[in-house]
């Protein structure tokens, strides 16, 4: 199975702050990857697919990018309602598998 | 209202078996490969199961293959887990999914049903 693996585990931001989290892949899944935002006792939502592709109906300061093994997630200016945990996944082949999660929180 | 609503869960004792469903709304199901997704409590994601729109192609974790069963039924609008054999660390909330046609993903996720396994 390819192992996803999220960094940071969590980070603690400021209001307007720019916000990354890198995902890494076990093995090359190409562009085959996926970013969610999950907030607490609620279902996750896709935000990113295809590693680069913005979902309808997300705001712009969302974005990602990357290829391969290497993606990275951005919030460009990070708002109050933008708490919650933010998990990748692949899905080059199945199982498809999620990164353990970021949490990101208001400093 | 496009929404996928999961119904069947509760408490159940190790080795017991339960019976999840979700039905759909809003959107046209039968066109629509879905899964069934599970995240136990403060953990992460788990993927569990997949199902094609016309039931053709089914696929398992391995944490699960042999014990669970996806199955669907497009004349209802609705997506089953046939959960068998269950263990305590299958106590999680379990969410259906749905695939959208343009790419593989996770595009709609019902609010989830709580399964605890327990004595």
């Known amino acids: 199975d390819i192992q996803m693996t999220q960094s940071p585990s969590s980070l603690s931001a400021s209001v307007g702050d720019r916000v990354t989290i890198t995902c890494q892949a076990s093995?090359?899944?190409?562009?085959?990857l996926n970013w969610y935002q999950q907030k607490p006792g609620k279902a996750p939502k896709l935000l990113i697919y295809?590693?680069?592709n913005l979902e309808t109906g997300v705001p712009s300061r969302f974005s990602g990018s990357g290829s391969g093994t290497d993606f990275t997630f951005t919030i460009s200016s990070l708002q109050p309602e933008d708490i919650a945990t933010y998990y990748c996944?692949?899905?080059?082949?199945?199982?498809?598998?999620f990164g353990q999660g970021t949490k990101v929180e208001i400093k | 209202e496009v929404q996928l609503v999961e119904s069947g869960g509760g408490l159940v004792q190790p080795g017991g078996s339960l019976r999840l469903s979700c039905s759909a709304s809003g959107f046209t199901f039968s066109t629509y490969s879905m899964h069934w997704v599970r995240q136990a409590p403060g953990k992460g994601l788990e993927w569990l199961s997949y199902i094609s729109s016309g039931s053709s192609t089914i696929h398992y974790a391995d944490s699960v293959k042999g014990r669970f069963t996806i199955s669907r039924d497009n004349a209802k609008n609705s997506l089953y887990l046939q959960m068998n054999s269950l263990r305590d660390e299958d106590t999680a909330v379990y969410y259906c999914?749905?695939?959208?046609?343009?790419?593989?993903?996770?595009?709609?996720w019902g609010q989830g049903t709580m399964v605890t396994v327990s004595s």
């Open positions: 999914a749905r695939d959208p046609a343009f790419t593989d993903a996770f595009d709609m």
């Open positions: 996944q692949h899905y080059d082949h199945l199982p498809w598998t």
């Open positions: 093995q090359d899944i190409k562009n085959f």
């Open positions: 295809d590693a680069s």
